[in-house]
């Protein structure tokens, strides 16, 4: 998706958990002005609202959220309580609760540019729309 946007000439932010990740990509395109980057674990919701400070303290030209994080493997019911610790742990903070932390913490800075145009842009899974038995999680609505 990066690959794309800098093609496109689109300035933007990659954030990762992974700090040697996001290094390799930027070396890789140190020679565009358009990327920036963020070491940060979207589990960490007690961060996030400090995250989002300091990203659009640093970004104030901020117009668009693109969330792309999620988790999802398979899953044994056979074992209900591995599974059901998995989706506390893993899937539900990843794929749910991140998401919703990081739009209440950006929501406010995008709706003060009014009247420029803003968005958050959430990416999902096929699961979302046609569960399969071995990942039901996306059945808990």
């Known amino acids: 998706m990066a690959e794309k946007f800098l093609k496109k000439g689109i300035s ?19 020679q565009n002005s358009h990327i920036d980057t963020a070491a940060f674990d979207i589990t960490d919701l007690k961060g996030i609202p400090k995250f989002a400070q300091d990203i659009t303290a640093k970004h104030p030209d901020l117009d668009c959220v693109f969330l792309n994080a999620g988790v999802q493997r398979h899953v044994n ?6 599974t059901l610790t998995y989706w ?3 899937s539900r903070p990843t794929s749910y609760l991140s998401y ?42």
């Open 12 to 30: 933007f932010v990659v954030v990762g958990r992974r700090q040697e990740n996001l290094e390799a990509f930027a070396k890789k395109h140190s």
């Open 77 to 82: 019911w056979k074992e209900p309580e591995n």
């Open 88 to 90: 506390r742990r893993s």
């Open 100 to 141: 919703m932390h990081l739009t209440k913490a950006f929501l406010p800075f995008l709706q003060k540019q009014a009247p420029k145009e803003t968005s958050i842009v959430y990416v999902t899974s096929g699961l979302a729309l046609v569960p399969n038995f071995y990942c039901p999680n996306y059945v808990y609505r």
